[in-house]
């Protein structure tokens, strides 16, 4: 497991109760990293929450934000369009482009212009 996984995978705070994981095959294979992060329920030998993404245009750009929960932090990124937004998006996770920051709790999220 490369060390920005871990990172993003790592411990958090008010983690819910561990569930089952059920990986999407296409992002498995194409997107390791945004994989793990939207399906992966323990971590090191304890319950991790999955992260979630939404999908949204601002200002006539898309944009999708990363709610890494188990963290507590939120991300977004702007991309070219919806249709490359997994690609797009692994690859920001890969090399660190995705600025998180602390949510503002757990129904409003912080809201980062990309």
Excluded: W
């Amino acid at each position: 497991m490369s060390e920005r996984l871990s990172r993003l995978l790592g411990k958090g705070e008010g983690v819910k109760e561990k569930g089952e994981s059920f990986p999407d095959p296409y992002l498995s294979a194409k997107c390791p990293i945004l994989s793990a992060m939207l399906s992966v329920t323990e971590f090191e030998g304890g319950p991790r929450t999955p992260s979630t993404l939404i999908l949204f245009c601002e200002d006539g750009r898309s944009k999708v934000l990363v709610n890494n929960k188990h963290a507590g932090t939120v991300g977004v990124l702007t991309v070219e369009t919806f249709e490359d937004v997994f690609e797009a998006l692994e690859s920001a996770l890969n090399e660190d482009k995705v600025e998180f920051r602390r949510s503002k709790g757990q129904n409003g999220y912080s809201r980062n212009r990309a």
